[in-house]
Structure formats: structure tokens, C-alpha cells
């Protein structure tokens, strides 16, 4: 095997390839049949390269899918407060549990009745009447206005739904909303009704 000649000392002999001005010869000379063929070299690059790339593109197409999800979100929330039946829905809530409230918590109230010469009941109503009231009143709102809004009647019903994403974010603002004033609406009516009644327990705990 030839010794490499040195930089400035003439042309490298045959079988090596000048690398560097480095006087020292390991370093100066590297072997043709090292440098003759870097293919799998260039396929590790090329794979790694696809890799990153692919990588991107994947979190690219991740981000369009949130975006796109959000902006139907937003889309459904804007279809429905155009609908007819969305506000019908809500109404039906409202006044359903307007009713409930009436006559479940009319029942319950605890006043005594005037019975004779002044005298009055220290009785309170029948607990039987009272449960029949609540169970009767809550079946026939639910039967009444199932079809329309599902007969929530409850924001408890309404949040657990939500978090089972089976209702929008929106309706169910829109729903617990409306409960809540129906739930107001009926206990105001409740203590304008029955508040020259004697022994009224309308809001006591005690």
C-alpha cells in the first residue's frame, strides 16, 4: 500500500482523496470507499426529515380540527337561538316548572286553616296529599312538555347532561335560566296567594 503523499509534496496517490491542509497524514487522507457510497446515510436523513415532517403536519391537522370543531360549536349555538322550537323548548322549561313548583310547594305549605269562631287547625296537611301532589304534578309535567324540551325541571338533570354531551353549552345556560325564574315566578305567586292566610310557613325552615 502506497504512503499518502503530504499536502505540497505532489499529487495523493491513487486510492485517497485530500480532506484537509492538516500536515498530519491520518487526518489530511480519508479512504475513497468511504465517501463512494453515503446512500443509507441519505435514507436515515430522508426518513428523518419525512418524520418531522409528517410530525407537523399531524399537529397542523390536530389544530384544523380544534378550530373546526370550535367553529361548529359556535355554529350550532348561533342555529339555535334563530330556532323556533329551541325557544319553545325553553318556554315549555319555564312554565313547567312554574306549575311544578306551584302545586308541589302549595301543597307542602304548612298554615293552619280557620276552622270555627276564630279558632284554628294546628293540624298541617295530610303528608299523603302532599306526596300524591308532588308525584302527580311532576308526571304531568313530564308527560306534558317531555316531547318538547325533555322535561328537565331540574338544573341538576340539565348540568349532568352537559357533562354527558347531550346538550349544547348554550341551551343549557338557556335551560337552568329558565328554571330558576319559573321556580321564582311560582313562589312569588305562592306568597302573594297565601300571605293573609294565618299561620303562613311559606319560606320557614323551622
Known amino acids: 500500500m502506497p504512503f499518502p503523499a503530504g499536502p505540497g509534496l505532489g499529487s495523493p496517490q491513487i486510492g485517497f482523496f485530500p480532506a484537509t491542509t492538516d500536515r498530519n497524514p491520518i487526518k489530511a487522507f480519508i479512504p475513497i470507499h468511504a465517501l463512494k457510497d453515503d446512500t443509507?446515510?441519505?435514507?436515515?436523513?430522508?426518513?428523518?426529515?419525512?418524520?418531522?415532517?409528517?410530525?407537523?403536519?399531524?399537529?397542523?391537522?390536530?389544530?384544523?380540527?380544534?378550530?373546526?370543531?370550535?367553529?361548529?360549536?359556535?355554529?350550532?349555538m348561533a342555529s339555535e337561538f334563530r330556532k323556533k322550537l329551541f325557544w319553545r323548548a325553553v318556554v315549555a322549561e319555564f312554565l313547567a316548572m312554574s306549575l311544578f313548583i306551584f302545586i308541589s310547594i302549595g301543597s307542602a305549605l304548612g298554615f293552619n286553616f280557620p276552622m270555627v269562631a276564630n279558632k284554628t287547625s294546628t293540624k298541617s296537611q295530610d303528608n299523603v296529599k302532599v306526596s300524591l301532589a308532588f308525584g302527580l304534578s311532576i308526571a304531568t309535567m313530564a308527560q306534558s312538555v317531555g316531547h318538547i324540551s325533555g322535561a328537565h325541571l331540574n338544573p341538576a338533570v340539565t348540568l349532568g347532561l352537559l357533562l354527558s354531551c347531550q346538550i349544547s353549552i348554550f341551551k343549557a345556560l338557556m335551560y337552568i335560566l329558565?328554571?330558576?325564574?319559573?321556580?321564582?315566578?311560582?313562589?312569588?305567586?305562592?306568597?302573594?296567594?297565601?300571605?293573609s292566610l294565618p299561620g303562613n310557613t311559606l319560606g320557614l325552615n323551622a
Open 40 to 76: 443509507g446515510v441519505k435514507e436515515i436523513s430522508l426518513q428523518t426529515s419525512k418524520g418531522k415532517y409528517q410530525a407537523k403536519k399531524g399537529r397542523e391537522g390536530e389544530g384544523k380540527v380544534r378550530r373546526g370543531e370550535r367553529e361548529r360549536e359556535r355554529g350550532k
Open 178 to 195: 329558565a328554571q330558576c325564574l319559573g321556580a321564582v315566578v311560582a313562589t312569588a305567586i305562592l306568597s302573594g296567594v297565601t300571605s
